[in-house]
T-cell receptor, first 113, second 113 residues
């Protein structure tokens, strides 16, 4: 079945540094979504990418969808303590099941001041 | 105004007991979900209802039974609780017709002792 893998599993970042987390799917995705979960919180939608090669920016966050629509990345510049949390990518398990998402295992981000 | 609300937020119970978690959404969405997050933060879909009709039923023990009295409510009843059921259960909703992203509730922390 479809698998969505994320690396790294853990990311320790010094405040002010940049980092990237990667998401890879075993199958082509119709879209990919990114969610952020703060410690003790619930997943919150960040962005959805649909087109091959699409790049979207949200302030210091840059999201990219691969040309083959099988991988994605999230790049955060000038990391802040507010970026702490776990970042999940997720893709639909079938082409018509936009809500039945296969989540990656997440990248847990720790920021040191 | 909480969009997706779950009760209870915390639940500690003994093995063998039966418990229920309730969920309500006021977003006017037509589809609701139950996701389970284990201790390693892995998120996995359990069930989905669209307009009160069960549309997704992943490989979940029969002890778990969802019920949707109307499209704004989706409850989860668990019989004969086991230690392995300890997890965070997230209710979620979206508008499947618009292929909207998923909105998660704040989660219900279940601990079976």
């Amino acid at each position: 079945g479809q698998q969505v893998m994320q690396i790294p599993q853990y990311q320790h970042v010094q405040e002010g540094e940049d980092f990237t987390t990667y998401c890879n799917s075993s199958t082509t995705l119709s879209n990919i979504q990114w969610y952020k979960q703060r410690p003790g919180g619930h997943p919150v939608f960040l962005i959805q990418l649909v087109k091959s090669g699409e790049v979207k920016k949200q302030k210091r966050l840059t999201f990219q969808f691969g040309e083959a629509k099988k991988n994605s990345s999230l790049h955060i510049t000038a990391t802040q303590t507010t970026d702490v949390g776990t970042y999940f990518c997720a893709g639909p398990m079938t082409t018509d099941s936009w809500g039945k998402l296969q989540f990656g295992a997440g990248t847990q981000v720790v920021v040191t001041p | 105004d909480t969009a997706v609300s779950q009760t209870p937020k915390y639940l500690v119970t003994q093995m063998g007991n039966d418990k229920s978690i309730k969920c309500e959404q006021n977003l006017g969405h037509d589809t609701m979900y139950w996701y389970k997050q284990d201790s390693k933060k892995f998120l996995k879909i359990m069930f989905s209802y669209n307009n009160k009709e069960l549309i997704i039923n992943e490989t979940v023990p029969n002890r778990f039974s969802p019920k949707s009295p109307d499209k704004a409510h989706l409850n989860l009843h668990i019989n004969s609780l086991e230690l392995g059921d300890s997890a965070v259960y997230f209710c979620a909703s979206n508008d499947r017709g618009r292929r909207d992203t998923i909105y998660f509730g704040e989660g219900s922390w279940l601990t079976v002792v």
